[in-house]
T-cell receptor
Framework: DADVTQTPRNRITKTGKRIMLECSQTKGHDRMYWYRQDPGLGLRLIYY???????NKGEISDGYSVSRQAQAKFSLSLESAIPNQTALYFC?????????????FGQGTRLTVV | RKEVEQDPGPFNVPEGATVAFNCTYSNSASQSFFWYRQDCRKEPKLLMS???SGNEDGRFTAQLNRASQYISLLIRDSKLSDSATYLC?????????????FGKGTKLSVKP
């Protein structure tokens, strides 16, 4: 089993619908992240969480919300999906050690908003 | 200025070639540096960390120049399997509040 698991892997949804992307990890890491990737724009940080009680906005948080249900679970919600939220979404984890902080990624969720 | 900037690419090289990627970062407080590899439609995976003294892992050599805020990755004797997008990643404090910041990536295509 993957250390970082994202569900669903693919999703097509209609404009205006609410959708939740889920992420769970078995790495035991404190830090969890949500990124989106668009062609030509690279990975951009949406939200990040340093522990269950510490959630922070990233570079592009508008239109998104998150919930850290437990150390191992971090979900991303689109309250009212719009077409420009069509992208590849990645969840990642890292430990809290300073420096040398490798991030481990889930396999991604390909979201299409029509 | 973008926090992490990379050569736009794509780099199209023949097998056996040596290819170098460059990256600059804007936050002088950055603490750690990495190269990640991303295959098409897959998740990024750590290729190697970049240490101040430079480091080598087989055919791959990474260099860091803190004074110039510059990172490089050299791939020798390119293989077909090296075809991927290479992401320069910086971790540090300041505006990014201790997070990993990714460059947009440089695409490498190794041809037979």
């Amino acid at each position: 089993d993957a250390d970082v698991t994202q569900t669903p892997r693919n999703r097509i949804t209609k404009t205006g619908k609410r959708i939740m992307l889920e992420c769970s990890q078995t790495k035991g890491h404190d830090r969890m992240y949500w990124y989106r990737q668009d062609p030509g724009l690279g990975l951009r940080l949406i939200y990040y969480s340093f522990d269950v009680k510490d959630i922070n906005k990233g570079e592009i948080s508008d239109g998104y919300s998150v919930s850290r249900q437990a150390q191992a679970k971090f979900s991303l919600s689109l309250e009212s999906a719009i077409p420009n939220q069509t992208a590849l979404y990645f969840c990642a984890t890292s430990d809290s050690g300073l420096g040398r902080t490798e991030a481990f990624f889930g396999q991604g969720t390909r979201l299409t908003v029509v | 200025r973008k926090e992490v900037e990379q050569d736009p690419g794509p780099f199209n090289v023949p097998e056996g070639a040596t290819v170098a990627f460059n990256c600059t970062y804007s936050n002088s407080a950055s603490q750690s540096f990495f190269w990640y590899r991303q295959d098409c439609r897959k998740e990024p995976k750590l290729l190697m960390s970049v240490y101040s003294s430079g480091n080598e892992d087989g055919r791959f050599t990474a260099q860091l120049n803190r004074a110039s805020q510059y990172i490089s990755l050299l791939i020798r004797d390119s293989k077909l399997s090296d075809s991927a997008t290479y992401l320069c990643v910086v971790w540090g404090y300041g505006g990014s509040q201790g997070n990993l910041i990714f460059g947009k990536g440089t695409k490498l295509s190794v041809k037979p």
